[in-house]
């Protein structure tokens, strides 16, 4: 029996948090790569005067803001479908 659109967001859900229950606790370790990281952190912290995880915080908030903006430039070049939760990733 084919499931519905909330029965299919409900089994995507149960997939992505048992994906992410074996992953490493580091979000930004596991869609970067250390060079990224790196970036990241020269950016949200130039002078390195912050904590080691402040700096790691930020620099993930950065990475954040970026693949929501690459979001919103492909929602507006029609690449995306708007309102369909994408930009809650």
Do not use: C, F
Not at 52 to 69: G, I, N, T, V
Request: hydrophobic fraction near 35%; charged fraction near 35%.
């Amino acid at each position: 029996m084919p499931l519905n659109r909330v029965q299919r967001k409900l089994r995507s859900r149960i997939g992505v948090h048992a994906a992410l229950a074996l992953k490493s606790l580091d979000p930004l370790a596991d869609v970067a790569s250390k060079a990224e990281i790196d970036e990241y952190e020269r950016l949200a912290d130039p002078e390195r005067k912050y904590l080691p995880e402040e700096r790691r915080r930020r620099a993930w908030h950065l990475y954040q803001a970026d693949q929501a903006r690459l979001q919103l430039e492909a929602s507006k070049a029609g690449r995306l479908p708007t309102g369909r939760g994408y930009a809650d990733a």
